[in-house]
C-alpha cells in the first residue's frame, strides 16, 4: 500500500506570467482553486510548497497547510522535497505526488492516475501523465516535448524511455505528449533532487533526462485528456471560462 503525501510547489516569480499564482479567476487566487483540486483528488495529506510569504497567507487563510521554502531553489521537485522534509521528517509517507500549481480545472482524477505505475511496478521510482498526439502540428511543435513510451497496445501504462522536444521515435506508430507531473518514490526524490544536471538534460532543456541520464526508472499512465497547464494570458481566460 502507497502513502501519498501531495506537495504543490508554486512561487510568484513565474517567467512567462509573473505572479500566477495569485491570479484571479472568478474571485480567487489560482492557487486556491489548485489546492482544492488537490484536496478533490482525495489521494493524501495536501501541503503547499510556497516560495513566497503571500501565497502561504492564501493557503493558510483557507485553512490549508502552507510552508515556505527557498525562493532560489531550481524546480518544482526540488520545493517539493523541501516541504515534504520539513512536514514529514520521520518519511511516513513513501510517495510524493508533486502537483503542479498551474493545473487549476484539472479533473482530479487525473492524479490518482500517476500512482497506477508505482502501484503496479515496484521498480518504477517516477511516475507521469502522457496523452496521445493526434495532431500533426502538435506532433512538429517543439514547445510540445514528447514521450518515446514503451507501452504494449491496448496497455494505459509504459516505459518512458526517453524525453524529446523533437519527434521520437521514428517509424510508424502512435506519439505521446509529456503532461509533466510527477509523482516519486520518497527515496527517488531525494536523489533525483541531490543529481547535477546531466548533458542532454542540458541539451534539450528537460529536467526529466537528469534522471533517465541516471538511470532511474519512469514510466507514465495514457489519460485521454490533456490538463490545461496555465502560462500565458489567453490560458488564464481559458481557465476562467471553465471554471466560471
Not at 496497455?155 to 524525453?163: E, K, L, N, W
Amino acid at each position: 500500500m502507497l502513502s501519498p503525501l501531495v506537495v504543490i510547489p508554486t512561487r510568484l516569480d513565474s517567467t512567462r506570467l509573473p505572479g500566477k499564482a495569485l491570479s484571479d479567476i472568478n474571485g480567487q487566487p489560482m492557487i486556491a482553486h489548485v489546492w482544492r483540486r488537490a484536496l478533490e483528488a482525495d489521494v493524501g495529506p495536501v501541503i503547499v510548497a510556497c516560495g513566497d510569504q503571500q501565497i502561504a497567507d492564501v493557503i493558510q487563510d483557507l485553512g490549508g497547510t502552507a510552508f515556505l521554502t527557498n525562493p532560489a531553489l531550481p524546480s518544482g521537485s526540488d520545493r517539493a522535497f523541501a516541504a515534504a522534509t520539513m512536514v514529514d521528517p520521520q518519511e511516513q509517507h513513501d510517495v510524493i505526488v508533486v502537483f503542479q500549481g498551474d493545473l487549476p480545472t484539472i479533473d482530479p482524477g487525473t492524479v490518482g492516475a500517476t500512482l497506477a505505475p508505482l502501484e503496479r511496478a515496484p521498480y518504477c521510482e517516477i511516475a507521469t501523465l502522457a496523452t496521445e498526439i493526434e495532431s500533426f502540428l502538435e506532433l512538429q511543435a517543439p514547445q510540445i516535448v514528447k514521450i518515446a513510451l514503451s507501452i504494449q497496445p491496448g496497455d494505459t501504462v509504459g516505459r518512458a524511455v526517453y524525453f524529446s522536444r523533437g519527434i521520437t521515435p521514428a517509424g510508424a506508430g502512435k506519439h505521446y505528449h509529456h503532461i509533466g507531473m510527477y509523482t516519486y518514490r520518497r527515496k527517488a526524490l531525494a536523489r533525483y533532487v541531490s543529481l547535477p544536471r546531466g548533458i542532454l538534460e542540458q541539451r534539450e532543456n528537460l529536467e526529466q533526462l537528469r534522471a533517465i541520464e541516471a538511470g532511474m526508472r519512469i514510466d507514465a499512465t495514457v489519460i485521454q485528456t490533456e490538463p490545461l497547464g496555465v502560462d500565458t494570458v489567453l490560458d488564464l481566460e481559458r481557465a476562467r471560462q471553465l471554471l466560471g
